[in-house]
């Protein structure tokens, strides 16, 4: 596995059913996939793009086969790994948005976060930066369903890069949008990937292959075709961004507050 794969799926197998009920809804799958892809998976309904996504983002597992996510072999690992592994490597944005109607948009794209040892204000903050980013954060209180749709999905793939995750997996981002706020989320995920993010989406529209630097079709669970628009030594370069963490509200305490706050315990000891 070489220094710039980020991704070997070996033999990966999905099957369900048994004896006359057997289907696959992948077979024998082979892919390798490099750090700064901008991947579009195509294909008729049925033929293994979704289950294939689900996979990837460790929300499902294969019957059988390797999946080698940054030279580590994730396919058999426990529940609570992928849950790790996933919350810090992997962005997700679906179709129907699936953001929490009750929750405002701050704390919908704050969510990732929690799994990932923010204290509640960092999260916040975090949130509403990557919000500003997508011209939202006046709107940071209000509830999804006060939102077009479009800005819904840009609500979303925030939530997806709030974490700042190598890996951005979209299933139909655009599927439920006018074709002006679809071409406003693709504009986004361009500029995402130009900062070095690997991005696997799905899709149904050809027009949108345009932002693709590789191009797949699927068919029956297998790989029919699979063109490079972009040679790898070509693709964007990762750009890592670092996002403060208040673990406790210690860390906002200057260090003449700690010194006294030792001595006080200090004290108290004595008595």
């Known amino acids: ?59 499902d597992r294969a019957t059988r086969g390797e999946y080698i996510l940054n030279g580590e072999n994730v396919a058999g690992i426990s529940s609570h790994r992928q849950a790790k592994l996933r919350a810090k490597k992997i962005g997700f944005v679906f179709q129907n948005f699936n953001l929490i109607n009750d929750l405002p948009i701050l704390e919908n794209v704050a969510l990732p976060l929690v799994y990932t040892g923010y204290s509640k204000t960092s999260r916040l903050k975090n949130a509403s930066s990557v919000l500003k980013r997508f011209h939202l954060q006046e709107r940071e209180y209000y509830l999804p369903y006060q939102l077009s749709g479009g800005q819904q999905q840009r609500v979303a793939i925030a939530r997806a890069i709030v974490g700042d995750p190598e890996i951005i997996l979209a299933d139909e981002p655009t599927g439920n949008l006018d074709s002006r706020s679809s071409h406003i989320v693709m504009e986004e995920l361009k500029g995402i990937h130009e900062e070095g993010n690997t991005i696997i989406m799905v899709t149904h529209n050809p027009t949108l292959t345009v932002y693709a630097t590789r191009v797949i079709n699927m068919l029956d669970g297998q790989i029919d075709t699979d ?32 010194k006294r706050s030792r001595r006080s315990r200090r004290s108290r000891r004595k008595k």
């Open 227 to 258: 063109v490079k628009t972009v040679a790898d030594a070509n693709l964007p370069q990762p750009i890592s961004v670092k996002i403060k963490k208040r673990k406790s509200d210690f860390s906002s305490l200057t260090d003449n507050d700690v």
């Open 1 to 59: 596995m070489s220094e710039n794969t980020i991704i070997e799926l070996k033999g990966l197998t999905k099957k369900y059913g048994y004896g006359d009920t057997e289907s696959f809804a992948l077979k024998d799958f082979d892919l390798t996939i490099k750090r700064g892809e901008f991947i579009m998976i195509m294909g008729p309904s049925g033929c293994g793009k979704t289950t294939l996504l689900n996979i990837i983002g460790l929300l």
